[in-house]
């Protein structure tokens, strides 16, 4: 038998009420239902279980009343007087996750999420709590812009490390646009380095190491020449730490013409040296494995357990990684600025107006007077 009086000693605590109910509940009948209504029961007593966890939730750990607002997985908290505004920004919100997810929306986590503006007093919020902060209310679609992007990157937070310290925060993980892939096309062919260069060129290996999708011990070895490796190390800087690490032995090595010092030196500090192509370069190849793969593509991404980053995302795309490294190649490549033409009659009419704007700037008495 369950008694009252143990939940008195308890001190009250909810949750614990409910575990009461649902463990009293379910031995005292069990022997005279059968298993349908047995579930029945379960899943309703576990329903009322999530109710009062919610309530202990927003009274006693925010410090006031919220009201929930709930589509597919999200679970947003928020101040009853921003209860109707944010019930649109969640509708807009999930809407815009749908079509750039699809059916990796289950990726979400069901945590909850507590919105506030800026300006809300001091919160106490539980550790399985997120909180997303609204600087500025807004129009409901800039405010589910910027959630949507919030959630976006929880999502990426909940992938393994291997993946995000690849690509330590993406901005996005939709489509690439022709604006982000004229800025990696120019990282593309200003890079001094032999490998850009060979990737430049067409060797889809030499791209797969620019954009570090291998794995190795000596990762640097991958990057760098043996001359590039001690350039990068001769030019390390004046800061205390290069003045410090010149009295190590691999540093000395190094600069002394021992090509295997570089690599053990640099490798120990890749930090500060980068890979040959930016991180904007990497998230441009994780937008394309993302767009080739279409829907469930994230989901396979987080599925996969390929080794190395470039197996990952071929998962992702659902093609081999060498093709989709030449898909990727072929996208940068054609998002080169246009060039602009200046045939004989532009070229004499601009050399007219800059005469004209040259006479009028000498005429001015800022010019003529002393």
Not at 105 to 111: D, V
Not at 203 to 210: G, I, K, P, Q, T
Not at 292 to 318: C, D, I, K, N
Request: charged letters at 25%; glycine letters at 8%; aromatic letters at 6%.
């Amino acid at each position: 038998m369950c008694s009252v009086r143990v939940a008195s000693r308890m001190n009250a605590r909810l949750p614990a009420v409910g575990a009461l109910i649902l463990v009293c509940a379910t031995a005292s009948g069990l022997h005279a239902q059968d298993a349908a209504q047995y579930r029945d029961k379960v899943d309703r007593l576990a329903a009322r279980l999530e109710a009062v966890r919610a309530q202990v939730l927003a009274k006693d750990s925010i410090g006031s009343p919220v009201d929930t607002v709930r589509r597919g997985p999200l679970r947003l908290l928020v101040r009853p007087e921003r209860q109707a505004f944010l019930a649109e920004v969640a509708d807009i919100t999930w809407d815009t996750l749908a079509t750039m997810l699809g059916a990796d929306t289950l990726l979400i986590l069901g945590s909850h999420v507590f919105v506030h503006v800026a300006d809300d007093s001091r919160l106490r919020l539980p550790p399985d709590v997120g909180q997303y902060r609204i600087w500025r209310l807004g129009e409901p679609r800039d405010v589910a812009a910027d959630l949507a992007r919030f959630i976006v990157h929880t999502i990426w937070e909940g992938l393994d490390a291997t993946l995000r310290s690849w690509l330590s925060n993406p901005a996005g993980l939709d489509s690439l646009s022709n604006t982000q892939a004229e800025a990696v096309y120019v990282d593309l062919v200003t890079a001094p380095w032999e490998l850009v260069k060979a990737c430049r060129a067409g060797d889809l290996e030499a791209c797969a190491r620019s954009l570090d999708l291998e794995v190795a011990d000596d990762t640097v070895s991958l990057w760098y020449t043996a001359e590039e490796q001690r350039r990068r190390v001769e030019k390390g800087g004046g800061t205390w730490w290069d003045i410090y690490n010149r009295k190590l032995p691999d540093y000395i090595g190094c600069t002394g013409g021992d090509d295997a010092a570089c690599s053990v030196y640099l490798n120990q500090h890749r930090w500060m040296i980068g890979a040959p192509l930016s991180a904007s370069a990497r998230e441009s190849f994780l937008r394309v494995a993302l767009e080739v793969g279409g829907e469930g593509a994230l989901g396979r991404l987080a599925r996969s357990e390929a080794p190395a980053t470039g197996g990952r995302l071929s998962a992702a795309a659902g093609v081999p990684r060498d093709s989709l490294i030449a898909l990727w190649r072929d996208r940068i490549l054609a998002a080169a600025p246009a060039q602009v033409i200046i045939t004989g009659a532009t070229g004499w009419t601009a050399l007219a107006w800059v005469l004209v704007l040259a006479f009028l700037a000498l005429r001015s008495t800022r010019w003529r007077n002393p």
